[in-house]
């Protein structure tokens, strides 16, 4: 990510350099400047700047709109679906990097997300953020700066009770959405490999101007070889998003989303399981269907054979099952349901079964496996 986030950096500075040389030597040019800072419009141009950056998180219906997690993630979300789908054109090897990128990629968001269950990290990160970026910026919405020493100082993590809705949105907005731009990166690759139909995204379009309001579009369009059209929203929590879409268009639109085996956070350490390099590679290649087997009735990439496993060592293996101890806030498991967990985690602990404690690792060796991209919903297309 810091080599594509470099050259995005240099870009801004590029237009800078030209935006400041022709304010410094052009009048009409510097009288336009003056023009969109005047009073008139420079609170206009405040709030127009503010869809570019965003000091924090508020609520639609707050005062003072605020959006930062959506603006990070569209900037990522650009990389992929703005510039580097032109490289992923060029070859058929081109696009095999393609997918190996956006797999990594999807890695390092989720790895992000760590901050909710590393106070050190966090502290680190923010203590960052706060040498780099003005602190007017940083935190535009009141209270932020204030709940920002308050959390530097704290230990508190995600799932406990001191966890609150404010601090939610607070680490949320230091984010570039960690649950949904990798969620809309793997559904975009898995578009791209399944050959649905010409692949339009709109990731980085928030409205649609027409005859009437704007409207939100969805995610995708898919244009298929019989002329249909379909509206692809990414997500099962956007109904009435994709109604007025549909209504509006007449252009039928359906939500896909990850199967719930997908981008899990792991009771036991508190960090999300992320997909692995053989895993990535096979995808990347094309060859990902010869390494999945199917054992009692299920189909997956199993671990117990490959050479990174080592025991359950391996830090991308998952466990799902149930699991008797306590989670990384050192409350009770829910040792009656299955969960996912990094195998890793859980390998020497036991759940009781007819009220005998059963070994993980001994017990289910075989049964670790690797995550893999599978989409729930998708089959309203692939099955046409």
Known sequence: MKRLL???????EHLKCLDEVFTEHVKEYQRINNLLNSTNFKSIYKEISRELYAGGK???????????QMILGDIIEYIFSGRAYYY?????????????????????????????????????YIEKLEKTISSDILYEKPGD?????????????????????????FIDSLLPKTLGAPKELVVFAEF???????IIPLLLIQRIFGN?????????????????????????????????FSIRTSIPTFAVDL???????????????L????????????????????RNGLKRLYCDKCPFFKNAACKYSNYYGRVEGENFNCQPLEAKYNRHYHARCVKNDTYLFRRKPMNILKNHKKDFFAQLPEIDGIENLVNK
Request: proline share 4%; hydrophobic share 35%.
């Open 58 to 68: 508020a609520a639609a219906n707050s005062q003072l709109k605020l959006n930062r």
């Open 212 to 244: 009437k309001n704007p409207i939100a579009p969805p995610d995708f369009l898919i244009l298929q070889n019989n002329k249909e059209i379909y509206g692809i929203e990414v997500g099962y929590k956007k109904e009435l998003q994709s109604r007025e």
């Open 145 to 169: 700066e204030e709940l920002a020493n308050q959390i530097k100082n704290s230990n508190i993590k995600i799932w406990q009770e001191g966890w609150t809705p404010a601090i939610d949105d």
């Open 275 to 294: 997909y692995c390099d053989v895993m990535i590679d096979n995808y990347a290649k094309g060859t990902l269907k010869s390494v999945i087997k199917k």
């Open 6 to 12: 470099n050259r995005l950096a240099i870009s801004i």
């Open 192 to 198: 791209i490999r399944l050959q649905i139909g010409i």
């Open 88 to 124: 992923a054109a060029k070859s058929n090897e081109h696009l095999k990097n393609f997918y190996k990128l956006i797999f990594y990629s999807v890695n390092q968001i989720l790895l992000y997300d760590t901050i909710t269950v590393n106070p050190e990290l966090r502290k680190a």
């Open 259 to 273: 199967k719930n085996n997908m981008h899990n956070r792991c009771p036991k350490c508190g960090e999300n399981i």
